[in-house]
């Protein structure tokens, strides 16, 4: 595919490509921005899909990977401990004020998620799941298959023990639950489902999930890969609709921008099966370190209060999005928000990448997102500034401006 060029050795099964076939060659990183191999500068709406939510180049984190590896400790494997998981765990359960004890690592938010569906086949003794439509849970077996986003992978991840639920939609719900709850092992939802582009569970419709998964023994599993650690300006999205899973996984940003997965839970739960999920990178000493200085930077720097800033000045934006016929809406949380496009506007259906291409080439760097990956998302780093938001929606409508049919 990419002959006679610089990117000929990279495999297409990656989406390195998604935007352009000559993509940007990052070099370096400082606060908001990513530099290529020419130093153009870029603004970073994207965080390495969610990840890097404090910004690049952090001092506090990379003084402290940095610390850790002169003490000559990077992994254990996963049959031993270090000292720095112990300060970890301890810290952790005070994140989650204490309504989370046990934790298990993982290397990532699929494998993490793989966790929990197993965890659930193991406590319950029963072997079916529900999940929902528009959901994403990560692309290995188990995870792909409860996610309703399976993409390319669709035909391959069927299984008739993982039953999909229309989202929102308690009559569909309660009916699948009515057949399968003799088998019902867990339910696995999204909150706030984040690649299908931002949608909002409704209170109303996880309470239920929450009453009727109790009232059978089954597992309610939140999936707060994306939501967790402050995007909804909560520090989970549990503690915004004021509902507390049986499981909870963690990914992305937790392990700030090094990769770590993590399934919490209550002792409650029996977790007593040795190996049931363990992998050789599985709690790496670097990534849990870099996960422990970033909860200490979060308490530090007060970052829900950052936030609010970052959530006032993109509400304050939903407006003008209003003057332009082919967005559908501007919705968002915290710092995750979305554009979603009516692509049907345009004759190309695939019409949004074309403009975060556009949007790419002229310095802003966005995420793609939704169902029809109709949406652009923007998920700011906390450490921007106003004057790089203000340059990201100029930056946003003067591309817009020239958008035709
Ligand atoms: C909600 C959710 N769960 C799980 C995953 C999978 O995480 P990972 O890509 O780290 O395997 C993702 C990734 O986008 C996600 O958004």
Same mark, same amino acid.
């Given at each position: 595919?990419?002959?006679?060029?610089?990117?000929?050795?990279?495999?297409?099964?990656?989406?390195?490509?998604?935007?352009?076939?000559?993509?940007?060659?990052?070099?370096?990183?400082?606060?908001?921005?990513?530099?290529?191999?020419?130093?153009?500068?870029?603004? $970073?709406?994207?965080?390495?899909?969610?990840?890097?939510?404090?910004?690049?180049?952090?001092?506090?984190?990379?003084?402290?990977?940095?610390?850790?590896?002169?003490?000559?400790?990077?992994?254990?494997?996963?049959?031993?401990?270090?000292?720095?998981?112990?300060?970890?765990?301890?810290?952790?359960?005070?994140?989650?004020?204490?309504?989370?004890?046990?934790?298990?690592?993982?290397?990532?938010?699929?494998?993490?998620?793989?966790?929990?569906?197993?965890?659930?086949?193991?406590?319950?003794?029963?072997?079916?799941?529900?999940?929902?439509?528009?959901?994403?849970?990560?692309?290995?077996?188990?995870?792909?298959?409860?996610?309703?986003?399976?993409?390319?992978?669709?035909?391959?991840?069927?299984?008739?023990?993982?039953?999909?639920?229309?989202?929102?939609?308690?009559?569909?719900?309660?009916?699948?639950?009515?057949?399968?709850?003799?088998?019902?092992?867990?339910?696995?939802? +999204?909150?706030?489902?984040?690649?299908?582009?931002?949608?909002?569970?409704?209170?109303?419709?996880?309470?239920?999930?929450?009453?009727?998964?109790?009232?059978?023994?089954?597992?309610?599993?939140?999936?707060?890969?994306?939501?967790?650690?402050?995007?909804?300006?909560?520090?989970?999205?549990?503690?915004?609709?004021?509902?507390?899973?049986?499981?909870?996984?963690?990914?992305?940003?937790?392990?700030?921008?090094?990769?770590?997965?993590?399934?919490?839970?209550?002792?409650?739960?029996?977790?007593?099966?040795?190996?049931?999920?363990?992998?050789?990178?599985?709690?790496?000493?670097?990534?849990?370190?870099?996960?422990?200085?970033?909860?200490?930077?979060?308490?530090?720097?007060?970052?829900?209060?950052?936030?609010?800033?970052?959530?006032?000045?993109?509400?304050?934006?939903?407006?003008?999005?209003?003057?332009?016929?082919?967005?559908?809406?501007?919705?968002?949380?915290?710092?995750?928000?979305?554009?979603?496009?009516?692509?049907?506007?345009?004759?190309?259906?695939?019409?949004?990448?074309?403009?975060?291409?556009?949007?790419? +080439?002229?310095?802003?760097?966005?995420?793609?997102?939704?169902?029809?990956?109709?949406?652009?998302?923007?998920?700011?780093?906390?450490?921007?500034?106003?004057?790089?938001?203000?340059?990201?929606? $100029?930056?946003?409508? $003067?591309?817009?401006?020239?958008?035709?049919?």
């Amino acid at each position: 595919m990419k002959s006679n060029n610089k990117y000929q050795n990279i495999s297409a099964l990656g989406k390195y490509f998604r935007l352009s076939d000559n993509p940007p060659v990052f070099c370096h990183g400082d606060k908001e921005f990513l530099f290529d191999e020419n130093n153009n500068k870029y603004i $970073d709406l994207a965080c390495g899909s969610g990840t890097t939510i404090l910004g690049h180049n952090n001092q506090y984190i990379n003084n402290n990977i940095k610390k850790k590896i002169d003490e000559g400790i990077i992994h254990t494997g996963p049959h031993f401990i270090s000292s720095v998981h112990l300060k970890y765990f301890k810290e952790l359960s005070i994140f989650f004020k204490k309504k989370f004890h046990i934790f298990n690592m993982a290397t990532n938010g699929s494998e993490a998620t793989e966790t929990a569906l197993k965890l659930s086949f193991h406590h319950t003794s029963k072997n079916k799941i529900i999940y929902f439509s528009g959901s994403y849970h990560g692309r290995t077996g188990y995870s792909l298959l409860s996610s309703g986003m399976k993409g390319i992978n669709k035909k391959i991840f069927k299984n008739q023990k993982f039953i999909e639920c229309k989202f929102n939609n308690f009559k569909d719900f309660k009916e699948k639950y009515e057949k399968h709850k003799s088998d019902l092992a867990a339910v696995i939802i +999204e909150p706030i489902q984040a690649t299908s582009g931002f949608n909002f569970s409704e209170t109303k419709f996880l309470k239920s999930l929450y009453s009727l998964t109790k009232k059978n023994n089954s597992l309610l599993i939140f999936d707060e890969v994306w939501t967790g650690f402050g995007k909804t300006g909560f520090n989970f999205a549990y503690e915004y609709y004021g509902i507390i899973p049986d499981i909870i996984i963690l990914g992305k940003s937790i392990g700030a921008g090094m990769p770590l997965g993590l399934v919490a839970f209550n002792k409650n739960i029996n977790h007593y099966y040795q190996g049931a999920q363990s992998s050789t990178f599985q709690g790496n000493i670097i990534s849990i370190n870099s996960s422990y200085f970033f909860l200490k930077y979060l308490n530090k720097i007060k970052y829900l209060k950052k936030i609010k800033r970052i959530q006032t000045f993109l509400s304050n934006k939903k407006k003008y999005f209003k003057n332009f016929e082919f967005v559908k809406d501007f919705r968002g949380i915290g710092f995750m928000w979305g554009i979603e496009i009516d692509n049907s506007f345009f004759s190309d259906k695939d019409y949004t990448n074309k403009i975060r291409k556009i949007l790419l +080439e002229k310095g802003l760097i966005t995420w793609e997102c939704g169902k029809r990956s109709n949406v652009i998302g923007l998920i700011p780093p906390l450490c921007i500034s106003n004057k790089s938001l203000n340059q990201s929606f $100029d930056i946003i409508f $003067d591309v817009f401006k020239e958008m035709k049919s």
